[in-house]
T-cell receptor, first 113, second 112 residues
Framework: DTAVSQTPKYLVTQMGNDKSIKCEQNLGHDTMYWYKQDSKKFLKIMFSYNNKELIINETVPNRFSPKSPDKAHLNLHINSLELGDSAVYFC????????????FGQGTRLTVV | QQQVKQSPQSLIVQKGGISIINCAYE??????FPWYQQFPGKGPALLIA?????SEKKEGRFTISFNKSAKQFSLHIMDSQPGDSATYFCAATYSNDYKLSFGAGTTVTVRA
């Protein structure tokens, strides 16, 4: 069983389109995250949710909107996609409060053309 | 700005050699320093972690050395194997924070 699974794995879309990435974790964790990995492999946090409540929003454009319908799911919706949004997006989860080990999904490679 | 600086960007080591990756931080509030390993096409996975109350932690062939006064920590991979070829990220966080601040990553290539 995959602990943190995200779909789709690959996403190719045109500029201006709206797309969503879905994430689910079966670890029973309270906290879920979205990280962005750019072409130079740099990892940066975008959002964090704890018990469905947004706790971190790291200067991400308003075109990005996370939604957490329940503790096990955290989706990412992106409006009006731009070329610069091309990256690998990772969902992650952690338990036991702040500073706990983060478990990452396998990533969604988004390519905007 | 980047809160954790990591070097080198890449390194090549022969099988059986030692790989050394260095990281430095500025925020003295950081109290948890994990290292993540990432293989191509996969998400990062926790490799080993240390808290600043110890100066060294060893798990198998992987050792973290921590220098609190210098605000530096490093990963040593002993007896490097081709299967260790991956990108390694150092990171830092503190006990009442939920986010990891990652270094820029080091791509390690182990030649057989």
């Amino acid at each position: 069983d995959t602990a943190v699974s995200q779909t789709p794995k690959y996403l190719v879309t045109q500029m201006g389109n709206d797309k969503s990435i879905k994430c689910e974790q079966n670890l029973g964790h309270d906290t879920m995250y979205w990280y962005k990995q750019d072409s130079k492999k740099f990892l940066k946090i975008m959002f964090s949710y704890n018990n469905k409540e947004l706790i971190i929003n790291e200067t991400v454009p308003n075109r990005f909107s996370p939604k957490s319908p329940d503790k096990a799911h955290l989706n990412l919706h992106i409006n009006s996609l731009e070329l610069g949004d091309s990256a690998v997006y990772f969902c992650a989860s952690s338990g036991q409060g702040p500073g706990a080990e983060a478990f990452f999904g396998q990533g969604t490679r988004l390519t905007v053309v | 700005q980047q809160q954790v600086k990591q070097s080198p960007q890449s390194l090549i080591v022969q099988k059986g050699g030692i790989s050394i990756i260095n990281c430095a931080y500025e925020n003295t509030a950081f109290d948890y320093f994990p290292w993540y390993q990432q293989f191509p096409g996969k998400g990062p996975a926790l490799l080993i972690a240390i808290r600043p109350d110890v100066s060294e932690k060893k798990e198998g062939r992987f050792t973290i050395s921590f220098n609190k006064s210098a605000k530096q920590f490093s990963l040593h991979i002993m007896d490097s194997q081709p299967g260790d070829s991956a990108t390694y990220f150092c990171a830092a966080t503190y006990s009442n924070d939920y986010k990891l601040s990652f270094g820029a990553g080091t791509t390690v290539t182990v030649r057989a």
